[in-house]
């Protein structure tokens, strides 16, 4: 019974840690292997994946970087000097 319930939790615990992965950017085999690494080694894989989450900054989207032109609005990504669609200098 015992078992049954430490299973319950580790499969928990390497669901959450696969859900909180895959919001953090990782792609689906990574979060497969995590959420497999925990279940499987859960004293090795949770502390782990705790510390390299922390030093993982949260995935960068292109919605993020996307900055506005100041003079006509029009979005555009990445350094641009020059906006693209007034000329506008950045
Ligand atoms: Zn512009």
């Known amino acids: ?13 390497a669901w959450w840690v696969a859900a909180d992965a895959k919001k953090r950017g990782y792609n689906d085999y990574q979060v497969f292997g995590w959420f497999f690494g925990v279940l499987l080694l859960f004293v090795v894989f949770l502390p ?3 510390v390299l989450r922390s030093k993982r900054p949260k995935p960068t989207r292109p919605a993020a970087t996307t900055k506005v032109c100041s003079c006509c609005g029009e979005p555009f990504q990445g350094k641009v000097t020059f906006c693209p669609y007034c000329g506008e200098k950045l």
């Open 1 to 13: 019974m015992l078992h049954l319930l430490a299973i319950f939790v580790f499969f928990f615990v």
């Open 48 to 50: 782990l994946y705790l």
